[in-house]
């Protein structure tokens, strides 16, 4: 069964700081890939997501992800982060017309002003 | 606008008895999904269903009863027999991309608490 390993379970930083979440996963077939995020008292939302095509795909807020086939990684990367990113994130992969996706445990991030 | 509803809320229930969460949404979605969100331990999946009147179960499904009678509407009852059935319930929806991708959107959660 596929497995999603999300290395980080709490990141504390201050503001600026540069943000880099692990990402791993077990499948070694054809994925698509997804970061969602939840801010606190908000819905769960997609951050980002990698099909097929560049490896390196932005997203919402500055975020971006490497998709690394050779290490089955998709880690999540902002150069400098906000406050406003305070929040939980959730790595999810999905073997290509699975029909379903598997989520990691998620990793809460508290930026400090 | 579109999007997923979740309703209630909160939910209470005293021990023993069945509950059914409700999920409806509008983005014309075939496929819908169930989850459990516990602390530190993610999403777990508990049903999904690609199509109308046919459903899958997933990781956690013991204890747990849905259907899926209209394709906007997929009610998840908690048994009984559920052991631990306080905890967060998600519900998402995706459309199959021609790329076979399934980007999924979330509705606010029902929070149950059984007491």
């Known amino acids: 069964a596929q497995s999603v390993s999300q290395h980080n379970h709490h990141v504390i930083l201050s503001e600026a700081a540069s943000l880099e979440l692990g990402c791993n996963y077990s499948?070694?077939?054809?994925?698509?890939l997804f970061w969602y995020v939840q801010y606190p008292g908000q819905h769960l939302q997609l951050l980002l997501k990698?099909?097929?095509?560049?490896?390196l795909v932005k997203g919402i807020k500055g975020f971006e992800a490497e998709f690394i086939k050779s290490k089955f990684s998709f880690n999540l990367r902002k150069p400098s982060v906000q406050w406003s990113d305070t929040a939980e994130y959730f790595c999810?992969?999905?073997?290509?017309?699975?029909?379903?996706?598997?989520f990691g445990d998620g990793t809460t991030l508290t930026v400090k002003p | 606008d579109g999007g997923i509803t979740q309703s209630p809320k909160y939910l209470f229930r005293k021990e023993g008895q069945n509950v059914t969460l409700s999920c409806e949404q509008n983005?014309?979605?075939?496929?819908m999904y169930w989850y459990r969100q516990d602390p530190g331990q993610g999403l777990r999946l508990i049903y999904y269903?690609?199509?109308?009147?046919?459903?899958q179960k997933g990781d956690i499904a013991e204890g747990y009863s849905v259907s899926r009678e209209k394709k906007e509407s997929f009610p998840l009852t908690v048994t009984s027999a559920q052991k631990n059935p306080t905890a967060f319930y998600l519900c998402?929806?995706?459309?199959?991309?021609?790329?076979?991708?399934?980007?999924?959107?979330f509705g606010p959660g029902t929070r149950l608490t059984v007491t």
């Open positions: 983005l014309n979605h075939d496929a």
């Open positions: 499948y070694g077939g054809t994925v698509n």
């Open positions: 998402a929806s995706s459309n199959r991309r021609t790329s076979g991708s399934y980007e999924q959107y």
């Open positions: 990698y099909f097929s095509g560049d490896p």
């Open positions: 269903s690609q199509i109308v009147n046919d459903f």
């Open positions: 999810a992969v999905n073997e290509e017309l699975a029909g379903k996706s598997t």
